[in-house]
């Protein structure tokens, strides 16, 4: 996100990309050339003997999705000798130029009507493109074969098949790319300074490296695996890495594989082999599939078990929801014993306003002729908590930071997060109850000091210090503290269904708001969240909305 000042626009240099491509190298290398292998290392010594216009023309071609170029197609201002540049890079092995190929590599290159041209085949213009090529690779002699790319100069990129290990080794995954540079460029994202030295590192070994590589391999492969049947499917989960006890990432990673896996074994009606691989997955939802399936099997009791294990365990909100309601459902329905829990029911208020474009702005105008009336949603509680424990989030814990382009550390969304950083945290959030005055100042500080800069909690958007100032007013401590703690005790999922408005009327205090139109109804996150605040005597109620009569008919 901007800053708060008004910039001109950006303007990228030429070479841009090699900076960037360059920059990742050395990042790599620097961090975890202990672990590179000696291709590896070869590949980078010998790309840094070059020319700058020949590793731009490198990187230029390097990591597009064919490796194959008619050089009279490539045209780039900072590489004018272009030429010239290729047969640098041919003499260090990192191209080929006019490598022997086949019809099958030689017609990707060639659009229609300049296959049609080339090649003066009777009728081949009328043939679509796909019959075209077939009908060439079918036909086609050695002799026209030649005249099909004579006269301009063939080049085939080489090596490319050591960029994914400099890649994993910069961002610890390989979904990410240079893209990520060109943002932070650009000033569409701004990130936080953070430790990314040796000590800090992601990965502690060549094995671990290489089990990374295998997850990537596998998941290229899942969907085509898919559509070869069970057995492929079974195969390829045995052939997933074993992830080492500390490494939770990839841990994440290859049980959220796993379970789609199991998914297409499910839609396949093969539920036993399903089950089989959601046994395997520490992640959500295996045991929920495993639920469901045992029951629309008509295992019952084992079902309605691995609901209540489920309950004295759950791995986040979201599975201990699903096992109450499917078990309670099912119990009842089955005649099975089941402890049900009573939901608060919150208090309710009823409007009746003259309808515009938007209910929740509707309402927040009319609370505010009593009063100030902010649309907050799930961005005020959240913010305040990542302003609040923002050394927590950056800190140099190990394995939590890969690259510079990070809005949130790795573990993030794990129980480990709080664990690690349980000190840091507590001596944040515990401010608050030495000296209000000192905390409120502390966050406001925090705000400007760090506005614009990427938070996974803070929605600079959406926050202002006006807000700001008035919660940390008006909200009592014990009740920031209290919607702390239940955040932070599931970041992926409590970070939602928090009220819609934020009041402060007139004679004091706040009150959150949720507000419902017409036919809508309260979620079922919105209640958890309602059964919250009731528990620990957060004002809270629900505003529900009709509309005039006059304005209903229009």
Known sequence: MPSKATTSPIELPLDYYHQNFCQLLHVAEARYGDLLNDDERHFYQVF?????????????????????????????????????????????????????????????????PELVSLLNVAGASKLNRAALDQHLSDHVDEHMLQTLHAGDTLIEVLLEEYLPIFKLCFFGNLYQDLSEFVLRDLAIFQYESYSLDAQSRQFSSRAQLEQHLLYYACSQLSDDTVEQGPEAIVALSDALPKAEDNDHSLQRRVARLRNHLARELERQKETQLALELYRQSSCTPARERRARIKMNNGDIDSSLALCREILEQPVDEAEAVFAQQFGQRHAKRFDRPWKKIEAHKAPERQFTLTKSSNVERDTALHLSQHGECFFVENTLFSSVLGLVIWPAIFAPVRGAFSHPFQHRPHDFHHPDFSHYRQELIHTEINLQLSDQEAFNSQVIARYNDKYGLAN???????????????????IPTIHWQAVFKRLLSDLRNHRNGLPDLIFFPEEGGYELVEVKGPGDRLQDNQKRWMNFFHQHDIPHWVAQVTWCDDSAND
């Open 48 to 112: 840094f003997k070059a020319s700058k216009a020949a590793q731009c023309l490198y990187v230029r071609l390097s990591g597009r999705s064919k490796s194959i170029f008619r050089q009279s197609k490539l045209s780039y201002a900072e590489i004018p000798q272009l030429p010239e540049a290729a047969l640098e890079l041919q003499e260090l092995g990192l191209l080929r130029v006019n490598p022997t190929l086949g019809i099958e590599q030689l017609l990707p290159l060639f659009t229609k």
């Open 456 to 474: 996974p909690l803070v929605h600079w958007g959406a926050i202002d210090e006006e807000l700001l100032l008035r919660g940390l007013q008006r």
